[in-house]
């Protein structure tokens, strides 16, 4: 199994972008997804969490902003709006599975880089 992270880029502040974490085969549920995103020289930090029940939880600082959502099939997405300097990061997916073989898969995606500068 592999988590494919995609959707970074350059984005201006105020400006949007969306993030997708695939799963490379087929997920039965998922006990918990993670974005993290990690700034050159700070620690890597939970930005938003889904969990197997559909609850959220967000950072206090992309509250109202970012948006975590699952396709119900193999896919988390991060919507993120009204983006400022401060959350250029490179943005990873932690995921902890359950896939359609039984198995249990818990792991790390590549990360995307996102930059929000004018």
């Known amino acids: 199994v592999q988590l494919l992270a995609s959707g970074g880029g350059l984005v201006q502040p105020g400006g949007s972008l969306r993030l997708s974490c695939a799963a490379s085969s087929s997920i039965r549920s998922i006990n918990v997804m993670t974005w993290y995103r990690q700034a050159p020289g700070k620690t890597r930090d939970s930005v938003a969490s889904?969990?197997?029940?559909?609850?959220r939880s967000y950072a206090d600082s992309v509250k109202g902003r970012f948006t975590i959502s699952s396709d119900n099939a193999n896919t988390v997405y991060l919507q993120m709006q009204s983006l400022k300097p401060e959350d250029t990061a490179v943005y990873y997916c932690?995921?902890?599975?359950?896939?359609?073989?039984?198995?249990?898969?818990?792991?790390w995606g590549q990360g995307t880089q996102v930059t929000v500068s004018s």
């Open positions: 889904i969990f197997s029940d559909g609850s």
């Open positions: 932690h995921a902890d599975l359950l896939m359609t073989s039984g198995s249990r898969y818990v792991g």
